[in-house]
């Protein structure tokens, strides 16, 4: 079992940056590929980023690729998103999860467990 606690979102403006944290709970942390996905209201959730359990292979959205950087340290079970160049249209509430694989890492279907979110909100 592994749970998961999502921080560090808030207001901000268009182009400023955010770091989100995904704080996990149970040994077995490391061994889970880490997804960050996030849901705007009255659209569905989409796929943002995703990293491999030892850090070695990413993925990331088109639209957040070059902005955002996903990263973890398994010795702190905690993973993290870094988003720069933020816009309103990255304005979300913003979910880690976590999947035993990192095979469909951006598909909502290969994750085991979920945060709660973290609301992000990007003001022009």
Do not use: H
């Amino acid at each position: 079992q592994v749970q998961l606690v999502e921080s560090g979102g808030g207001l901000v403006q268009t182009g400023d940056s955010l770091r989100l944290s995904c704080a996990a709970s149970g040994r077995t942390f490391r061994t889970y590929a880490i997804g960050w996905f996030r849901q705007a209201p009255g659209k569905e959730r989409q796929f943002v980023a995703a990293i491999s359990w030892g850090g070695g292979t990413t993925y990331y959205a088109d639209s957040v690729k070059g902005r955002f950087t996903i990263s973890r340290d398994n010795a702190k079970n905690t993973g993290w998103l870094q988003m720069n160049s933020l816009r309103p249209e990255d304005t979300a509430a913003y979910y880690c999860a976590a999947s035993r694989s990192i095979v469909g890492a951006t598909t909502q279907g290969a994750y085991d467990y979920w945060g709660q979110g973290t609301q992000v909100t990007v003001s022009s």
